[in-house]
Every structure is written in structure tokens, then in C-alpha cells.
Nanobody
């Protein structure tokens, strides 16, 4: 069955960096688009970034220039490199398989001094 396991979240100061990882299994990863979403308290889940099997990326405006999505098909893993973090980036970050109903359990990112 499809499994997505996120890791790498934590507490970071404003301006800092974190890299999230999502280890995937149960499907042909290299053929699947992957995405990162986030949900802050009291808000709806929102798109952060996506990447197609061919490597085309799409970013939400609020992360352009700060976040980078990448994938390693040999490791069945998708990453989210987050730089210049802001307090408003605080949320639970979720990995998603290609716009489907498959989600990871989420990893908490807290940006605070």
C-alpha cells in the first residue's frame, strides 16, 4: 500500500533553514508527481510546491525564491529545502502523492525566536 513518511521538521529561528524529506513506498515513485502542502492552525491546507515526474516544478507565490522541491528517484524520496523561514511559515507540512488522496502523517515546522 502507499506510504508517505515525512521527517525533518522542528523549531527554527526566523531566517533559518530546514530540509524536509518524504520517503515513499508502495507505488512507482519515479512515475508519480509529488507535492508538499501545509496547514497552519485554524487555516485550510494549502499547496506549497509540486514536482512532476519529469522535474517540472510549481511553487506557491509565498515561497517562491525561498523553498526548493527536489526528488531522488533512486531513494524514492522527495525533499523540500526551506530557506529564509518566516514565522508565518509555521505549519504542519504534508507530503502528497500526485494530487491523490494519499498523504503522509505530517511534520511540524515552527519558526520562532
Amino acid at each position: 500500500q502507499v506510504q508517505l513518511v515525512e521527517s525533518g521538521g522542528g523549531l527554527v529561528q526566523p531566517g533559518g533553514s530546514l530540509t524536509l524529506s518524504c520517503a515513499a513506498s508502495g507505488f512507482t515513485f519515479r512515475l508519480s508527481a509529488m507535492g508538499w502542502y501545509r496547514q497552519a492552525p485554524g487555516k485550510q491546507r494549502e499547496l506549497v510546491a509540486t514536482m512532476t515526474p519529469g522535474g517540472t516544478t510549481n511553487y506557491a507565490d509565498f515561497v517562491k525564491g525561498r523553498f526548493t522541491i527536489s526528488r531522488d528517484n533512486a531513494k524514492n524520496t522527495v525533499y523540500l529545502q526551506m530557506n529564509s523561514l518566516k514565522p508565518e511559515d509555521t505549519a504542519v507540512y504534508y507530503c502528497n502523492k500526485g494530487g491523490t488522496a494519499y498523504w503522509g502523517q505530517g511534520t511540524q515546522v515552527t519558526v520562532s525566536s
